[in-house]
């Protein structure tokens, strides 16, 4: 089976573009997980979904970021004006049943802003 | 929000030795788990242990928890230069639903 894909794997863009991150988690999973992962921060949670329905986004730093989950087999994660401290690589990761089954991630999209 | 530390925060082998990683937490959890990171990929999951298990085990793995000391060990018996990765744990909560990671261990085993 297909396991979690991320789009693009990397991405350089200037400071106040729009960026767009994409994720198709494994099919049948219902929970779908943004993290971010700095040298600094370690792994952060950044927004996670329940069939869709956001659920928790406290860790989304600025209303710059958002996230979307439009079906089941789609999710997005835009930053609208970009800056170069949103540079980081971008996880996202899918679940069955979260908390009592382990999260599968995708190999993540390198951002760098310049 | 629950966050595991883990302990060391790098730890250099050599191949066929035991490693051990440490990770404490701060509250009540329902599981804990813990993850492999290799580098420029996603993390992959190793291991769950539940807040009622003591010790778990898969294949070179050893997973020991203490609720009341609110730790638990990873061990990799036998080590492998494809072992190098980093490791986190990642404490599952009660109320909360999702995972919080430490800053890892790296673990470097040297051929």
């Known amino acids: 089976d297909a396991g979690v894909i991320q789009s693009p794997r990397h991405e350089v863009t200037e400071m106040g573009q729009e960026v767009t991150l994409r994720c198709k988690p494994i099919?049948?999973?219902?929970?779908l997980f943004w993290y971010r992962q700095t040298m600094m921060r370690g792994l952060e949670l950044l927004i996670y979904f329940n069939n869709n329905v956001p659920i928790d986004d406290s860790g989304m730093p600025e209303d710059r970021f958002s996230a979307k989950m439009p079906n089941a087999s789609f999710s997005t994660l835009k930053i609208q004006p970009s800056e170069p401290r949103d540079s980081a690589v971008y996880f996202c990761a899918s679940s069955f049943r979260t908390g009592e089954r382990p999260q599968h991630f995708g190999d993540g999209t390198r951002l760098s802003i310049l | 929000s629950q966050q595991g530390e883990e302990d060391p925060q790098a730890l250099s082998i050599q191949e066929g030795e035991n490693a051990t990683m440490n990770c404490s937490y701060k509250t009540s959890i329902n599981n804990l788990q813990w993850y492999r990171q290799n580098s420029g990929r996603g993390l992959v999951h190793l291991i769950l242990?539940?807040?009622?298990?003591r010790e778990k085990h898969s294949g070179r793995l050893r997973v020991t928890l203490d609720t009341s000391k609110k730790s638990s060990s990873l061990l990799i018996t036998a080590s492998r230069a494809a072992d190098t990765a980093s490791y986190f744990c990642a404490p599952m909560d009660t109320g909360r639903r999702a995972l919080t990671f430490g800053s890892g261990t790296r673990l470097q085993v040297q051929p």
């Open positions: 242990i539940r807040s009622n298990e």
């Open positions: 099919s049948g999973h219902d929970y």
